[in-house]
């Protein structure tokens, strides 16, 4: 019986597939790589946020647990590390009446080392450079940008991050050497002013740093050594351009995906889907429904943690086959992403 099941389900995947190079799956481009098979996923993720480890482990052993959300670190080291300028404000060392003691914000360029600390090329002349060599206490303040390609956003709704610490220079002749090449690839005006000896590279040491999500979200201070080892999103820059072309061209997809895995009806009172963001771990989609009354947002995470935008399109297809296959009848166990509800009308 186990073998006839087997057949049975690879016959089943062999017609889906069959219709999709027919044209009768899934629409087609998004520039997506070829599908790959997936992997069946254990029953227990389904509708939670993490999944348990199937594989075999020694009795004392707790299975491993996967997240399919960024943590605040994580998004907290993403702005840090996709930004490349802010505002530094330290503290003015001028007399009273040049306002002396008085908070002094200026913009500043920089990049960030391994351990997330900001490295800045500053003047000599400049003045906040004579305010750290007085005080070196001093606050670097970043955002994320707006994407110039959309309209859908607005700077207030932009996740942000203010790094507290002292700011000291760089004497490590070989850190400046690596310092060298990076700023200047970062910025490439600064090659004349690397081999000026009127600028020098300073670091910001971060001692606290303060996370704010966006308008009206989740804001928070931030552990310094969980900061440091934290992992950036490498999709933070390039996914609002898949987000938009997901929204105007895979309607039909998306809401194939929401009424197969999210246990949203199939009425004409499902108003629309929208994708609200793409990370490495997943997606989240805000969907309508009682003709626009109710907005409620999900999380549907990747099975693995993606590494390119080709992957990441790669992982969002297969979730897309998925869910056709199981509005044309081709179901089998474990099927279908993890998914977890995070935010629900409130007037519920």
């Given at each position: 019986p186990t073998t006839v099941l087997a057949r049975d389900i690879t016959m089943r995947r062999a017609a889906a597939v069959a219709a999709v190079v027919l044209g009768l799956g899934p629409r087609d481009?998004?520039?997506?790589?070829?599908?790959?098979?997936?992997?069946?996923?254990?029953?227990?993720?389904?509708?939670?946020?993490?999944?348990?480890?199937?594989?075999?482990?020694?009795?004392?052993?707790?299975?491993?647990?996967?997240?399919?959300?960024?943590?605040?670190?994580?998004?907290?080291?993403?702005?840090a590390q996709s930004c490349t300028s802010g505002t530094l404000c330290t503290m003015c060392q001028k007399d009273e009446d040049d306002g002396q003691n008085a908070p002094f914000g200026t913009h500043v360029d920089y990049v960030l080392d391994a351990a997330g600390c900001p490295v800045m090329l500053l003047s000599d002349q400049s003045l906040h450079t004579d305010n750290i060599q007085v005080s070196p206490r001093a606050t670097l303040y970043t955002q994320m940008p707006v994407d110039p390609n959309t309209g859908a956003q607005i700077k207030a709704a932009m996740p942000r991050v203010s790094l507290v610490g002292k700011v000291v220079p760089v004497t490590d002749k070989d850190e400046i050497f690596a310092l060298r090449t990076a700023y200047s690839v970062a910025?490439?005006?600064?090659?004349?002013?690397?081999?000026?000896?009127?600028?020098?590279?300073?670091?910001?040491?971060p001692e606290r740093i303060y996370y704010v999500g966006g308008f009206g979200v989740q804001s928070t201070?931030?552990?310094?050594?969980?900061?440091?080892?934290?992992?950036?999103?490498?999709?933070?820059?390039?996914?609002?351009?898949?987000?938009?072309?997901?929204?105007?061209?895979?309607?039909?997809d998306l809401r194939t995906l929401c009424v197969q895995f999210l246990d949203v009806d199939d009425t004409p009172d499902f108003e629309s889907v929208r994708v609200v963001a793409i990370d490495k771990l997943g997606l989240d989609l805000r969907v309508a429904t009682d003709f626009g009354a109710r907005t409620d947002e999900y999380r549907v995470g990747f099975l693995c943690s993606v590494f390119a935008m080709e992957d990441a399109k790669s992982e969002i297809f297969k979730i897309f086959q998925e869910a056709w296959e199981k509005e044309q009848g081709y179901e089998w166990e474990d099927m279908g992403p993890p998914v977890m509800k995070y935010a629900e009308d409130i007037l519920k």
């Open positions: 481009a998004l520039g997506f790589r070829p599908m790959q098979m997936h992997r069946p996923m254990p029953a227990a993720v389904r509708m939670t946020a993490t999944m348990q480890s199937t594989e075999a482990a020694a009795p004392a052993a707790e299975a491993p647990q996967q997240s399919y959300t960024l943590s605040v670190t994580e998004r907290a080291r993403t702005v910025h490439t005006y600064a090659d004349r002013l690397i081999e000026s000896p009127k600028f020098a590279f300073w670091k910001l040491e201070w931030v552990d310094r050594l969980e900061f440091e080892t934290a992992t950036a999103d490498i999709l933070a820059l390039e996914s609002n351009e898949l987000v938009n072309k997901l929204n105007a061209e895979k309607q039909q």
